[in-house]
């Protein structure tokens, strides 16, 4: 199947920095990426989607200058976490769909832990 | 918020057994996938069915898929210790978004 590059797999920030996580698609090309969110034990909340060349469509409650999303290219999105503090900590994964030949199934990253100290 | 809702939430089984979850959700589906997720790590997708299939199979794994009660199952068939995992269910729009359920955490003792 395609595959999605989630990077950095693991951070570890200080509070108040910002944290930059990549997720691209390396064989194909996407229009629609996701980012869900995963607190311990609990399932994965869609966040955001994001569409190529245009502002993202953020969850509600979810606060959208505090994660920023940029879609900027078919093939890469970008989450930063903007001014981090320790209840950000958690598993961040994305997720890129494919169009292509007919076919409209989504791939995922690997995810990224975060841990805000 | 989250579309569906998992069932059972955990699930214990003896080495051998059969495992069912079932996965109930609420928007019109373009598919509907299962994910495996082993504690801490990233999604391993499982199974895709569409909104026009009612059954798909791939080696101990059947999945069915009801439309019109919005509901799916999956069925681990023979199940081993490292099949222990959260399985989750996910649903793929009509509106270009994709969901997922509370998932059911499976343990399978040897």
């Known amino acids: 199947g395609a595959v999605v590059s989630q990077h950095p797999s693991r951070v570890i920030c200080k509070s108040g920095t910002s944290v930059k996580i990549e997720c691209r698609s390396l064989?194909?090309?996407?229009?629609?990426m996701f980012w869900y969110r995963q607190f311990p034990k609990k399932s994965l909340m869609l966040m955001a989607t994001?569409?190529?060349?245009?502002?993202?469509?953020?969850e509600q409650g979810v606060e959208k200058d505090k994660f920023l999303i940029n879609h900027a290219s078919l093939t890469l999105s970008t989450l930063t976490v903007t001014s981090a503090h320790p209840e950000d900590s958690s598993f961040y994964i994305c997720?890129?769909?494919?169009?292509?030949?007919?076919?409209?199934?989504?791939?995922f990253g690997q995810g990224t832990r975060l841990t805000v100290v | 918020s989250q579309q569906g809702e998992e069932d059972p939430q955990a699930l214990s089984i003896q080495e051998g057994e059969n495992a069912t979850m079932n996965c109930s959700y609420k928007?019109?589906?373009?598919?509907l996938q299962w994910y495996r997720q082993n504690s801490g790590r990233g999604l391993v997708h499982l199974i895709l069915?569409?909104?026009?299939?009612r059954e798909k199979h791939s080696g101990r794994l059947r999945v069915t898929l009801d439309t019109s009660k919005k509901s799916s199952s999956l069925l681990i068939t023979a199940s081993r210790a490292a099949d222990t995992a959260s399985y989750f269910c996910?649903?793929?729009?009509?509106?270009?978004?994709?969901?997922f359920g509370a998932g059911t955490r499976l343990t399978v003792k040897p």
């Open positions: 996910a649903t793929d729009s009509l509106y270009n978004d994709m969901r």
């Open positions: 997720s890129a769909r494919d169009y292509s030949g007919g076919k409209t199934e989504a791939f």
């Open positions: 064989d194909f090309q996407a229009t629609t």
């Open positions: 069915i569409r909104s026009n299939e």
């Open positions: 928007t019109s589906i373009n598919n």
């Open positions: 994001s569409n190529e060349g245009s502002k993202a469509t953020y």
